[in-house]
């Protein structure tokens, strides 16, 4: 199973989201349902590795902590790939995703080194755009490079499966755990 693990965006979010994609003039948007705030990509897993994976998970502990989004940018240079919109600054998310990075390692799984860049992607571009497609996205990225987007508070979060299909990726929340207590909440 692909999985990984993320917190879930409240649908008064998803909604303003959802609005502000609707400005993009170019580029496939993110289904709402997918738009997510990755911790820890996990890859394919097996599902004995994926029962204490959950094991793991369920012992972490943290306290609830509220997070901002915050502007829009792109991954990918002169030739974007993704569109994504980013977090202000927050402590408490960057003390999570180490320990739920330290969980799945006590699980058994390595994990790559890589900087913490907290975004949600919004959209995915073609690998060349044309000159007329980046001039719009350079003026999308203008008007709303500094946009205010809701906060919302983070009280858990989830292990996803991810499965891919030819109308796009389908996640499906495994298993929430909740902070304040560390303890896990079934969604199956």
Sequence with gaps: MRVFVAIDLPDAV???????????????????????LTLAFLGDQ?????????EELSSVRATPFEVELRGVGTFGGRQPSVLWTGLRPQPALGVL???VRSAVRMAGV??????????????????????DELHR????????????LPSFGVDGFTLFESR?????????????????????????
Excluded: C, K, W
Aim: zero cysteines; proline letters at 6%.
């Design 97 to 99: 995703r180490d320990r």
């Design 164 to 188: 891919r299909t030819s109308e796009g990726a389908i996640h499906d929340a495994l298993e929430y755990y909740l902070l304040d207590t560390g303890s896990m909440v079934a969604r199956r």
């Design 110 to 131: 390595e994990l790559p080194r890589e900087r913490f860049r907290p975004h949600v992607t919004l959209a995915r571009f073609p690998a060349r755009m044309r000159g």
């Design 46 to 54: 097996p599902r004995d590795v994926i029962l204490v994976i959950n």
């Design 137 to 148: 996205l350079r003026n999308f990225l203008v008007h709303f490079g500094d946009v205010a």
């Design 14 to 36: 998803l909604a303003v989201l959802e609005d502000l994609q609707d400005q993009l003039p170019v580029g496939r948007l993110m289904e709402p349902e997918t738009l997510h």
